[in-house]
């Protein structure tokens, strides 16, 4: 029954039933990614993302955030799904923009290039376009591009894209999925569709030292992930070293080079940590670049440590024996927490999708915080539904809210006992709106706790609203019961009666819209 429990959860993006559509109007959840690249140097030149088509239409955005200059986009390849049709494509662009906030906007879109009489190979296949000879310039950064064909039939000849939201990255850039486009350009949008295609390009060298991501949370924790190219340097040894102070001045080393960190106790933790082996914070800090001169370094942050302002580091690396080869210089933050929390939270205040039982049934979400050595919690606070779908709840709708225990402190809710509990109604559904409830007494908690929110679900509803641009870490879950579930109506004092999804078990991994507050 776990599997067919499993089965009954769904994602839900809400889309106006009056509007035909050759998109099917389904929803994929985005596949989760951090922006750490698998950089290979094998990829330059061109970047694919996928050819499984589950849907289509006549265009797609997505963005690219190059690392080095690309000179030219020359060309891309397309699925067209019917084989043998000649094709009118139109490639577009924004410099120094995000395809996000534009998927409506026509006029922000410049045009890369138009060819005619492009003949398309077939479902699932590359169909060539050649853009070349545009004299588009993309440098580092964030810019967005698209691609429309105007040969849309409806259900017959359309462009071939896959449901759902993905990362992609070589040693040049990367590539991030967005939208469907309807036709004509820019006259509706689906979220989140992933473009099929290749997208050919010309591109100087990239630098020696790349980091992603660039701003890690103190208090939610997470990896820095630092990419070395040694262009000829292959099987040399290099060490990564950093800096709490800035750039200048630089740290002379044997042989004359310069190395632009400014040493301080933060360069001195580096080397002796790679030294140690990285005591599981800094690793491969010092090691050998393969024989492609590629090598990966990686700093993790825990998590639930607090600083009282941001931390600003430097990071370079060089050569040794002989010190003949020194990088440029890169910055990441790690910003820091309030000494003491008021608001217990993990997510990011906009939710992307909702989750509920396809049969209807009660629906509860959880989430697990860490107290310390102790609080009390006055309020657990929720938004309910996606925001914009006008799926969620109905307002009115009766929720109870909740605070259990966790005896054995693993972070899993099964044991919980109920600590507190307070109730109400919907409010502000399908909204990033929260709604404050007020539990029936203060509740006193200890290391670590779990909130939640449950409510008779309906079929159709997607109560759970869920932030999936944070990872859950761990500290998602999903229960209930569905309706007809052999384990009966679902009883939050006995939370072992019924089973309990961590959300990143089964797929989902993201944070709830889902928060405590202790006053």
């Not at 949370?217 to 190219?229: D, P, R, V």
């Not at 217990?344 to 509860?364: H, K």
């Not at 899993?412 to 709604?435: A, I, K, Q, Y």
């Amino acid at each position: 029954m776990k599997r067919l429990a499993l089965l009954s959860l769904i994602f839900c993006l809400f889309v106006p039933a009056l509007f035909a559509v050759n998109d099917n109007g389904a929803a994929s959840p985005p596949a989760k990614h951090l922006k750490i690249a698998d950089y290979n140097v094998g990829e330059r030149g061109s970047i694919t993302t996928q050819f499984a088509a589950n849907n289509g239409y006549s265009g797609n955005t997505w963005d690219i955030e190059p690392v080095t200059t690309l000179t030219e986009c020359t060309a891309m390849d397309i699925n067209w799904m019917s084989a043998g049709e000649l094709l009118n494509v139109d490639a577009y662009y924004i410099l120094d923009d995000t395809a996000d906030g534009n998927e409506l906007n026509a006029g922000a879109w410049s045009t890369l290039g138009n060819i005619t009489g492009v003949v398309s190979a077939g479902a699932d296949l590359p169909t060539y376009c050649d853009f070349s000879g545009n004299g588009v310039v993309f440098g580092p950064g964030e810019h967005a591009m698209g691609v429309h064909v105007n040969n849309y039939l409806y259900l017959i000849s359309y462009l071939g894209y896959t449901n759902g939201q993905y990362y992609y990255s070589n040693a040049d850039l990367g590539l991030e999925t967005w939208h469907g486009q309807a036709d004509p350009w820019c006259s509706y949008a689906f979220f989140p569709r992933a473009w099929n295609g290749t997208l050919y390009y010309n591109a100087g060298p990239p630098p020696p030292l790349m980091v992603s991501p660039s701003e890690i949370s103190a208090y939610f924790g997470g990896t820095f992930t630092f990419s070395l190219f040694g262009d000829g340097l292959g099987g040399r040894d290099f060490v990564l070293l950093g800096s709490a102070t800035g750039i200048s001045p630089p740290i002379m080393l044997p042989g004359g080079g310069l190395l632009w960190l400014a040493k301080d106790w933060f360069t001195t933790l580096c080397l002796q940590a790679a030294l140690a082996g990285g005591w599981g914070v800094l690793d491969n800090f010092i090691g050998t670049l393969d024989v492609d001169g590629l090598a990966t370094a990686t700093m993790t942050l825990p998590g639930h440590c607090q600083l009282y302002e941001d931390l600003d580091l430097w990071f370079a690396w060089t050569t040794y024996n002989p010190f003949d080869f020194q990088s440029n210089t890169v910055q990441v933050t790690v910003t820091g927490a309030p000494p003491e929390l008021e608001e217990y939270l993990w997510d990011d205040g906009t939710s992307e999708n909702a989750l509920g039982w396809t049969s209807g049934g009660v629906a509860a979400w959880i989430h697990s915080f860490d107290s310390g050595v102790g609080d009390d919690i006055e309020q657990v606070c929720s938004c309910f539904g996606q925001a914009g779908s006008g799926n969620g709840p109905a307002n009115g709708t009766d929720v109870d809210l909740w605070v259990w225990s966790d005896p054995n402190q693993d972070g899993e809710p099964s044991d919980g006992l109920v600590l507190g509990h307070g109730s109400g109604v919907v409010d502000n559904t399908s909204t990033n709106t929260f709604n404050h409830y007020n539990l029936d007494a203060s509740t006193a908690v200890t290391g670590l706790f779990f909130v939640g929110a449950s409510l008779d679900q309906l079929v159709g509803v997607y109560a759970a609203p869920m932030d999936q641009n944070t990872l859950g870490l761990g500290v998602s879950f999903f229960g209930g019961a569905y309706t007809g579930s052999v384990y009966g109506y679902w009883d939050p004092y006995n939370l072992a009666g019924h089973p309990i999804y961590a959300m990143g078990a089964i797929g989902f991994d993201s944070a709830w819209m889902l928060r405590a507050n202790d006053s």
